[in-house]
């Protein structure tokens, strides 16, 4: 496949995911059940990721949380109680796409630890083979992207070299989603590499079209310049994912973050990876949602 046919046949994909490229960025790449077009602010939707809060819950009982909290999005965590791994045959990953087809949730995502920083060029190869196998994996049970990260800059080599070798890496994986309709996200992650600056001189190196920053309001988002300006460096190469903790607990400005989001009329998933450890999870999903709605009314 050529790389035009790939892109249009990657643009196709992400329309009938309830997706649209617009201005070079992804924001609403695989936004799934889209809300109808309004004020800015309104495509954006809130998720979960089971990192935490949904580590334990096997598929139909997490797809049934979701449900009662009216959280309708999730990202899937590898080696997690879900169990949604590349060992699946055929047969299991139509059902794990009935599943979801069959609820009201939408599967968002994968959620991988792989990663492109190493020094050992034949750690970056495996990780690149084992992030190719999840994007085929969310292909067949009917996600649209799979996140991935850099986890820091290996001391002793370069800063420069490792920012390429990164970019460069996730070319190489973004061609290969770009064939089964998939989006790469970023996460922001690691010591050096949470700084936006940082992101953006790895996205300087990023070509392909599908690969997009996963924002994951980090302290170091505030540095340098502060938030609106980290913001900036990379909002034209978001993806349709953003990593938030509870909204309403800590020191991060999220009302300040919402108010960009909204600005830009972003349209992805904003994704709640909890760190606290409520004795209803499933109740304090639904009101995790509430401030969520709140902080967006109150931004726009």
Known sequence: MTVCSRRRFLVRSLHAAGGLFAAGTLTSCGSGRSRSAGKPGAGMRFGLVTYLWGKDWDLPTLIGNCQASNVLGVELRAEHAHRVEPNLNARQRQDVKKRFDDSAVTLVGLGTNFAFHYADAARVRSNIDGAMQYVKLSYDVGGSGVKVKPNGLPVGVSADKTI?????????????????GQEIRVEV??????????????????????VGVCWNSNAQDLDGQGLTYNFNLVKDRLGATVHVRELNIGRYPYQKLMKLFVKMDYKGWILLEARTTPRDRVRALAEQRAVFEQMVKRAG
Do not use: C, R
């Not at 390429?164 to 089964?180: M, P, R, V």
């Not at 992650?189 to 599908?210: A, C, Q, R, W, Y």
């Open 189 to 210: 992650h690691g010591k050096e590499t949470s700084s936006l600056p940082i992101m953006k001189l790895i996205f300087d190196v990023v070509e392909e079209p599908n």
């Open 164 to 180: 390429e070798q990164i970019g460069k890496s996730l070319n190489t994986l973004g061609k290969f989603a770009a064939d089964y």
